[in-house]
């Protein structure tokens, strides 16, 4: 078993793992990560090994703030600014590399951007703290996978293949950091994610254009590799939109008005909270795939707020295995690089 208590001494022992070139999975606020030092490639060729990652999908680097940022990448006044709005916590912004950057060009899957982030969960950052190297950790899953909110899940999903699983409870948000890409004042919107777009705007001034097949991004620099239209993907088939229930279907519910079912039934939050429903999201997935049922049928979710990156999950996790079969994706054209 190699989950371990996220204690002082465990974190230690941790940081030791990650120096010496090995792989561990550590809490944050939004997922679980699976961490290696971001400057020693053959650490970070690891995680992509372990995860059956495509080479081409680069990989978020994890610093404790902006002066750690800035020792890898061009940080403009925009960047500044969101770093300033919402850092600590779930945006990731993918940034020009610095001439002299450290970090292994294999975390940037070959592009001359690197994505950072500085986590909020304190287990994250003690670790950044005691390791004093940068961490690259895409979700703990195996690529293609729901992404793991708890030490169990990332036990279940990759075995004793990491080092150490840190365990620090639940992930108080629940769904990936949202990701920008960020050249001068242009700002590219790669990835749904726990912050809200609307939050962002705010700080921002200006709306932001919702990451769509073959849109162009507001730089030329920045390309978005990793957005796979099928990701997040149970081995059930999911039912989109549904609105009454079929013979086998678990139901996977949301709100106050979810019908009474006899088979299996999560609802991510009877009083029709989206957050809430976000920090649920993954972990009723998982475990409603787990039922045996024919598939999972799920119950409209708004699409404001946080709303909005639960159904770019969903609409990822129902690609290709809808049972009205050709249920279109509206992102399909990013199905492949
Ligand atoms: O919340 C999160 O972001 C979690 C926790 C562990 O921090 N990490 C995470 O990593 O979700 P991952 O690898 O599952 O997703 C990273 C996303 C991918 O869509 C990837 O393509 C994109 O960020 N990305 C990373 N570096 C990039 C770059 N240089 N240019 C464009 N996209 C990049
Ligand atoms: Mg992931």
Not at 17 to 29: H, K, S
Not at 314 to 327: F, K, M, N
Request: hydrophobic fraction near 45%.
């Amino acid at each position: 078993m190699s989950i371990v208590a996220a204690t002082t001494e465990a974190i230690e022992r941790a940081a030791q793992a990650l120096a010496r070139g090995e792989i561990v999975a550590f809490p944050t606020e939004t997922v679980y990560g699976l961490g290696a030092n971001a400057l020693d490639a053959s650490a970070v060729a690891k995680i992509f090994a372990v995860k059956e990652r495509p080479r081409f999908n680069p990989l978020i680097v994890h610093v404790l703030g902006l002066s750690k940022a800035e020792a890898y990448a061009v940080v403009s006044e925009t960047a500044r600014r969101l770093m300033g709005a919402f850092w600590p916590g779930p945006l990731s912004l993918v940034l020009p590399r610095r001439g002299a950057c450290a970090i292994a060009d294999l975390v940037s899957a070959g592009l001359d951007t690197v994505a950072l982030r500085a986590p909020s969960h304190p287990v994250g950052r003690a670790l950044l703290a005691a390791v004093k190297l940068p961490i690259a950790a895409p979700s703990a899953n195996r690529s293609g996978r729901i992404s793991p909110t708890t030490a169990l899940h990332v036990e279940a999903e990759l075995g004793n293949l990491p080092a150490m699983i840190l365990d620090g409870g639940p992930c108080s948000l629940g769904l990936e950091s949202t990701v920008l890409g960020i050249e001068g004042d242009d700002v590219t919107m790669f990835r749904l994610g726990a912050l809200p777009r609307e939050e962002i705007e705010t700080v921002l001034g200006h709306r932001l254009a919702c990451p769509e097949a073959g849109a162009k991004p507001a730089s030329p620099r920045m390309a978005s590799p990793g957005q796979l239209a099928i990701h997040y993907a149970p081995s059930t088939p999911l039912r989109l939109e549904a609105r009454d229930m079929r013979e086998g279907e678990a139901l996977l519910a949301f709100g106050p008005d979810a019908p009474k079912v006899e088979g299996p039934m999560l609802n991510l939050s009877p009083r029709g909270d989206l957050n809430e429903a976000a920090v649920n999201f993954f972990a009723a997935l998982r475990s409603l795939d787990a039922a045996g049922a024919s598939a999972i049928a799920v119950m409209p979710i708004p699409k404001q707020g946080l709303g909005e990156a639960i159904n770019d999950r969903l609409l990822r996790a129902a690609a290709g295995r809808t049972e009205d079969a050709q249920v279109p994706h509206p992102r399909s054209a990013l199905a492949s690089p």
